[in-house]
């Protein structure tokens, strides 16, 4: 009798820049991994038959990591145009299978696979075992997630924590958020903590130093702030790193977040080392009564080069069958 071949299964995780996928092999590790730029594409549909053909081989299920909540069938992007129906999108695509979840949930549930070397350590003592994680990072927005345990599974929790209302721990924070109220309503810690928000943030201050600025990316004003040549970029990071470390130290006291607290997004890695110099541990651990709580909580940096799929290759584990 020929055996029958195993299924063909695809694992994604699609942020609100780069869509990344991947197959994954026979032990279930992702591999044929490609990036496409998202904008190149004009729905989710288009981008994953894209990668299909790249790669030759057509999958029968697959588990997409998505930079957005879910909520139902109906799925709309926060921070790009796409949208779309799960059970359309399956039909159109010959999938038996087809799950989405949020891309930070994935990117918590890659956490127990991810090893030393893919990870930086700032500050704090050593994570407590099976004590509840904390995931946050920004990249096109501000993702945030949390790992618990149960039973003999970690369990991750999907939130939309980067939307809370973000707030000032001193003088100067609060005339950029109040000059921000005044430009968009309700700012959101994903207004500043988040590329397009480290962009908004310097042309902030700049205003309020009265001076001309010229609009630049996010990469660029880590690049001229590694090079010491942009005093205001040098000010933005700053702030950023400050106001993130509040932000940080807020998820680890609501969550009891011994377990450690893990920075994620695409953001950070291009801060090199100054992140660890900067203001963000002595910002996460000023909360008076409980300074000491969080100083002995780790905070991790994730350098691993694509954990979200790793994620999403954990959930098959939890999810064949689903449609």
């Known amino acids: 009798m020929t055996a029958l071949a195993p299924p ?8 609100g820049t780069n869509a990344r996928f991947a197959l994954l092999d026979q032990a279930g590790m992702p591999t044929q991994i490609h990036v496409l730029t998202c904008i190149d594409y004009p729905d989710i549909g288009a981008a994953i038959k894209a990668y299909v053909t790249m790669v030759g081989k057509q999958p029968t299920a697959a588990v997409i990591a998505i930079a957005t909540p879910i909520t139902g069938d ?6 790009h145009h796409w949208s779309f129906s799960v059970q359309t999108l399956k039909a159109e695509l010959g999938f ?53 345990k149960s039973g003999s599974f970690w369990q991750a929790l999907a939130g939309e924590g980067g939307h809370v209302t973000l707030a000032a721990a001193n003088d100067f924070e609060a005339e950029i958020i109040a000059a921000l109220r005044h430009r968009i309503g309700h700012v959101s810690a994903e207004r500043i903590l988040s590329g397009p928000g480290l962009v908004l943030l310097r042309e902030t201050i700049g205003l309020l130093r009265n001076e001309v600025v010229e609009p630049i990316t996010p990469k660029e004003i880590a690049q001229r702030m590694l090079a010491g040549s942009d005093a205001l ?27 450690g607290i893990y920075l994620g997004g695409g953001i950070l890695p291009q801060l090199s080392t100054f992140f660890a110099q900067s203001p963000f541990r002595t910002r996460f651990e000023e909360k008076g009564r409980f300074a000491s709580y969080l100083a002995a909580i780790p905070c991790y940096v994730i350098h691993a080069e694509t954990p979200a799929l790793i994620g999403a290759s954990r959930y098959f ?4 069958g689903e449609s």
């Open 233 to 259: 970029c040098h000010e933005a990071v700053t702030v950023f790193c400050a106001m993130l470390g509040t932000v940080a130290g807020n998820l680890a006291l609501t969550l009891g977040a011994r377990g």
């Open 96 to 148: 038996t299978s087809l799950v989405f979840i949020n891309d930070f949930a994935a990117l918590a549930l890659s956490l127990p696979a991810l090893t030393s070397k893919d990870l930086v350590q700032i500050g704090g003592g050593y994570a407590v075992p099976n004590e509840p994680i904390g995931v946050i990072g920004p990249g096109t927005g501000l993702g945030v997630a949390s790992l618990v």
């Open 74 to 79: 109906r799925i709309a992007m926060t921070n």
């Open 8 to 15: 063909i299964r695809l694992v994604a995780d699609i942020g």
């Open 317 to 320: 584990e939890c999810c064949e």
